[in-house]
């Protein structure tokens, strides 16, 4: 079955610092990948929509200068937190999906800490 | 817009119980409806699904009915093992409009299943 692998799966940065989280799909082509952000005991929250070579969608209140997607090629897709705070600590989970499995396939979540 | 609202948790059984996690959605299309689990740590797995109504989605003892007369998609294991603990979300995908593709979760129900 198709498999979307996240990495690194924790993170630990110092404030101020930028990390960069990799989501890629093993074995199809992911024309669309969502980026979530979860906080604790609560449920997922939709940052933005990338689709290969285009800009990614963004959804209300997400800070795109903030959070930067880059989805280069079919099979990877990057979220990269610049600057990070404290406050930008939480688990982050991409899904990739195709015209088979739009959406269905998730990643296994990377939990970011910033100290 | 769309939304999915899912029974306030969490939910302690003990094993061989039956289990119930309600969960109802306001939609302006036809959207797909989905259950997801998640393990401690871990990204989301897909566990069942329904694409029209009447259908039932069914895996791993549990299973779900599209209504759409109640707008439910109620989740259900006749009987839980431990390792049925998790969180558990109920999420639909809209297949039109501005919102195609995207998916849309309840807030997720906690179940822990003691021995």
């Known amino acids: 079955g198709a498999v979307v692998s996240q990495h690194p799966s924790r993170v630990i940065c110092k404030s101020g610092t930028s990390v960069k989280i990799e989501c890629r799909s093993l074995?199809?082509?992911?024309?669309?990948m969502f980026w979530y952000r979860q906080f604790p005991k609560k449920s997922l929250m939709l940052m933005a929509t990338s689709n290969e070579g285009s800009k990614a969608t963004y959804e209300q209140g997400v800070e795109k200068d903030k959070f930067l997607i880059n989805h280069a090629s079919l099979t990877l897709s990057t979220l990269t937190v610049t600057s990070a705070h404290p406050e930008d600590s939480s688990f982050y989970i991409c899904?990739?999906?195709?015209?088979?499995?739009?959406?269905?396939?998730f990643g296994s979540g990377t939990r970011l800490t910033v100290v | 817009g769309n939304s999915v609202t899912q029974m306030e948790g969490p939910v302690t059984l003990s094993e061989e119980a039956f289990l119930t996690i309600n969960c109802t959605y306001t939609?302006?299309?036809?959207?797909?409806l989905f259950w997801y689990v998640q393990y401690p740590g871990e990204g989301l797995q897909l566990l069942l699904k329904?694409?029209?109504?009447?259908d039932k989605g069914s895996n791993k003892g549990f299973e779900a009915t599209y209504r759409k007369e109640t707008t439910s998609f109620h989740l259900e294991k006749g009987s839980v093992q431990v390792s049925d603990s998790a969180v558990y979300f109920c999420?639909?995908?809209?297949?039109?409009?501005?919102?195609?593709?995207?998916?849309?979760f309840g807030q997720g129900t906690i179940l822990t299943v003691h021995p």
């Open positions: 999420a639909l995908k809209d297949d039109g409009g501005t919102s195609y593709g995207k998916l849309t």
């Open positions: 939609a302006t299309g036809y959207p797909s």
């Open positions: 329904a694409t029209k109504a009447d």
């Open positions: 899904s990739a999906g195709t015209a088979l499995n739009y959406g269905y396939t």
């Open positions: 074995d199809f082509q992911a024309t669309t």
